[in-house]
């Protein structure tokens, strides 16, 4: 494609290269740039793409993408490079927005479940903190939101793949940082609301606002599916005409009637359009009647067939980390979650805590480098439900455990055992070595994911596989 066909819709302030030459490639990453490539050089919080340029140049890069110009270099000075970079990698790749019905999904809490749930009742292409799958990719996903040049990507296979749907699971960092600018969001669903990433944005209105940008982006025919029991509710409905509303309350247009806790599940009974519709749904958790309720949310909002939906998440639905549920021969049961917010943990333990009359054991910890006000919270809420408790390493990143667990310890403990060890493996050890029969280790924070993030390098490492590992050690 030509540079020329690729700058379309972009506000450009100057033109230092020759519109005719064939682009054959869009980048942000210096280490996947090749011959005939665009680059966008952006200056983040942590790297200067600009000082990537030169090497760049020498791979064979044919033009550069930047807020300002370069000198002895073919560039494109833009106005804002992050819109500019949604532009031309739309452009580059076909524009696949404009042929898929595109699903929002944001929200603290809740995002990834109610995200496979919608791939399982559209049919649909998925963007998700879990996995990116397109038809022609099934991956494990790095960011909750991909750099927009991915997105676009991935949407084109999904429309070369024949997917029809598409839903994308949209964190508040991509909204700021304009990961999905360019997108028109034909509905939108919003959560959750509780307090995180306040590392980032200082406070809960301004996290508040970003999460809220979603809206700016639905169509003008397009719909949302709002939590009607949040404190946030009236907000939101301003930002959003003729929400679908689900919840508890008489308001609610998928009402959740009622639940019954079973072993492997939730019996659930909703509410609507003055019908009552049973489901049993396999994840425990009582706040799952929600999420499932959002996926209901917009199937009736695009007029798919919800019976047949209800009836495939009977025969059986999981999410890889979402209360991911190991039983033992000896009676032991381990659980791995990627709650890792005050109000995440509280809504896990709650629940599962239903689900024994033995011991809940819970690992957990905290990220470095993150919100410290939240850690003292997140113990709190362990320490409210669970039995015994370890405090670990969770990420720490470039910040020492011994900080990160003195800002926990600041939280209060209700008399409960609380033990701090720095070795996340070890702590786990020692949750199943102390299980018996009938008890429940839960081990949260990291769900699917599969490293350890320590200083500035991603360490191999497994929640699930090490489980498995103490069980078979313990003879559990």
Request: net charge neutral; with cysteine.
């Amino acid at each position: 494609m030509k540079l020329g066909e690729l700058l379309k819709g972009v506000k450009i302030k100057e033109i230092k290269a020759d519109l005719n030459i064939e682009i054959k490639g869009v980048c942000y990453d210096s280490r996947k740039c090749g011959e005939g490539y665009a680059f966008f050089a952006r200056k983040g919080l942590t790297y200067d793409g600009f000082k990537f340029i030169p090497a760049c140049f020498k791979k064979g890069v044919s033009v550069f993408f930047g807020e300002e110009g370069f000198e002895d270099y073919p560039c494109i000075v833009v106005e804002d490079i992050l819109e500019a970079q949604a532009i031309v990698s739309a452009n580059f790749y076909g524009n696949p927005q404009n042929f898929l019905n595109i699903v929002g999904v944001t929200g603290t809490n809740g995002k990834t479940t109610t995200c496979y749930l919608l791939k399982e009742g559209l049919n649909a292409g998925l963007i998700s903190t879990v996995d990116i799958i397109t038809g022609k990719r099934k991956e494990k996903a790095r960011l909750t939101t991909p750099e927009s040049t991915d997105v676009f990507l991935y949407l084109r296979e999904m429309v070369d793949s024949g997917f029809k749907y598409a839903v994308i699971e949209v964190s508040a960092h991509a909204l700021t940082l304009k990961r999905i600018f360019n997108i028109e969001f034909d509905s939108v669903v919003f959560t959750t609301f509780s307090r995180d990433h306040l590392d980032y944005y200082n406070d809960m209105e301004s996290y508040l606002k970003a999460k809220l940008k979603i809206f700016e982006m639905l169509k003008k025919d397009g719909f949302c599916v709002l939590n009607s029991d949040l404190d946030v509710i009236e907000k939101l409905k301003t930002k959003c005409k003729n929400p679908l509303l689900v919840g508890k309350g008489k308001d609610a247009d998928i009402r959740i009637q009622s639940l019954k806790e079973k072993e492997n599940g939730i019996e659930i009974t909703y509410l609507i359009k003055g019908k009552e519709k049973a489901v049993f749904f396999p994840l425990i958790g009582d706040y799952n009647s929600y999420n499932l309720g959002f996926a209901i949310g917009v199937l009736e909002g695009l007029n798919v067939d919800v019976d047949l939906f209800l009836k495939k998440i009977e025969r059986g639905f999981s999410v890889p980390g979402r209360v991911e549920k190991i039983d033992s021969s000896g009676g032991v049961t381990v659980i791995i979650d990627f709650a890792h917010t005050p109000e995440g943990l509280e809504n896990l333990l709650c629940s599962i805590k239903k689900h024994t009359h033995s011991r809940l054991i819970t690992v957990f910890g905290c990220g470095g480098d993150r919100d410290r006000t939240k850690r003292p919270l997140m113990l709190e809420a362990v320490c409210r439900y669970s039995d015994i408790v370890f405090v670990t390493a969770d990420n720490p990143r470039n910040e020492e455990l011994s900080q990160i667990f003195n800002d926990i310890k600041k939280g209060r403990s209700f008399g409960k055992e609380v033990s701090y060890i720095e070795d996340r493996k070890k702590a786990i050890f020692e949750a199943v070595a102390c299980a018996q029969k009938g008890d429940i280790v839960v081990i949260a924070g990291k769900g699917h994911e599969d490293y350890q993030i320590i200083a500035d390098k991603k360490i191999p490492f497994s929640d699930r596989e090490v489980a498995l590992e103490a069980l078979s050690y313990e003879g559990k």
